[in-house]
């Protein structure tokens, strides 16, 4: 089984930044369940504290299960 992480930390991404693509504990499940819907990914795990944010995924297919990572990205952050 292939495991794949994207995350930004206070080293890679300013405090603008990390705050748009944190996921507060009361919404995690929200998130988790549109995630793990997602094509090409077989499960996952998101890990989000106050000076990182890291999602794991299990692809199916590599780069459909990190594509789909971007674009779940991009609509959290707006």
């Given at each position: 089984m292939l495991i794949a992480?994207?995350?930004v930390n206070h080293r890679t991404a300013p405090l603008e930044v990390r705050e748009k693509l944190s996921f507060p504990e009361y919404n995690i499940t929200q998130w988790l369940t549109k995630l793990q819907a997602l094509?090409?990914?077989d499960g996952c795990?998101?890990?989000?504290?106050?000076n990182r944010t890291e999602i794991y995924i299990a692809p199916v297919e590599l780069?459909?299960?990190?594509s789909s990572?971007?674009?779940f990205l991009a609509e959290k952050s707006g």
């Open positions: 992480v994207i995350g094509p090409g990914i795990a998101i890990l989000s504290t106050c780069d459909t299960g990190m990572v971007w674009g």
